[in-house]
């Protein structure tokens, strides 16, 4: 069982000015709660125990927040980028925060709200004995879409419809294999991914839950959805 899980929680989120005027993009809050509650929230009932924050862009609110973790039921640790280091460089310097002995740790993007089969997919990596699972959800349209037949009749209209293609939604599985490929500053999807090796490099389907929280829109039709979603 995966115990151990890195959320990189520094990001400036400039497009959701002014709620990140004093708060990095995890603690936004959607429908009286900040995003990385309803992430904790996941983890814990997948059985995760320790989470370390790599953070940087107003790292005292999130650590004030934070604490101990003790009010979300997990033990918190924060790895701190004096400088940004990048996503892969942030998830490596986190990583010096893990137990020694770990093996696979649940990687995430703070900034997005979801509500998958996170233990699915840990025994997934397992079985395949993965270096790295990443989940992929259906990419939705965010236009309206009009059919019509070979005539230029129209047929209809979807609203929002998925697209038969599938997305990166930032939530990933690590072994401790990927360690010494990722770079110490840099991007892990730019420098890393294109030198796994193609058979233990693998993909998680998921049709749940997934919205990013880039833009204030995003941000109100979040505000709608969770109530629903995240109501059990």
């Known amino acids: ?24 993009k995890p603690m936004v809050e959607v429908a009286g709660k900040p995003i990385l509650a309803y ?10 125990k320790e989470v370390v ?64 089969d996170l233990e699915g997919m840990m025994g997934k990596h397992k079985e395949r004995q993965a270096i790295a ?18 005539a230029d009749e129209i047929l209809g209209f979807k609203e929002k419809p998925l697209l038969p293609h599938w997305i990166n ?9 990927i360690e010494p490929l990722l770079p110490d500053e840099g991007d892990h999807e730019i420098e890393t991914f294109p030198k796994l090796p193609q058979e233990r490099f693998i993909v998680f389907k998921s049709t749940d839950y997934w919205r990013g929280v880039d833009t204030v829109k995003d941000l109100t039709e979040a505000e709608k959805e969770v109530k629903e979603i995240f109501s059990e």
Request: glycine residues 10%.
């Open 1 to 24: 069982m995966i115990k151990s899980a890195i959320i990189l929680a520094g990001g400036k989120g400039e497009r959701l000015r002014p709620f990140t005027n004093d708060r990095p």
């Open 39 to 48: 992430q904790l929230d996941q983890l814990k009932k997948a059985g995760i």
């Open 53 to 116: 924050f790599a953070c940087s862009y107003q790292r005292e609110a999130l650590q004030k927040h934070l604490d101990s973790g003790s009010r979300y039921g997990i033990k918190a640790l924060f790895s701190i980028e004096e400088t940004p280091l990048g996503r892969g460089g942030g998830i490596k310097k986190a990583m010096k925060m893990l137990p020694l002995n770990w093996q696979d740790v649940v990687v995430l993007n703070g900034d997005n709200l979801w509500k998958l």
């Open 133 to 150: 699972t990443i989940a992929v959800v259906p990419l939705k349209s965010p236009y309206g879409v009009v059919e019509f037949n070979d």
């Open 169 to 177: 939604p930032g939530i990933y599985i690590f072994s401790r294999e």
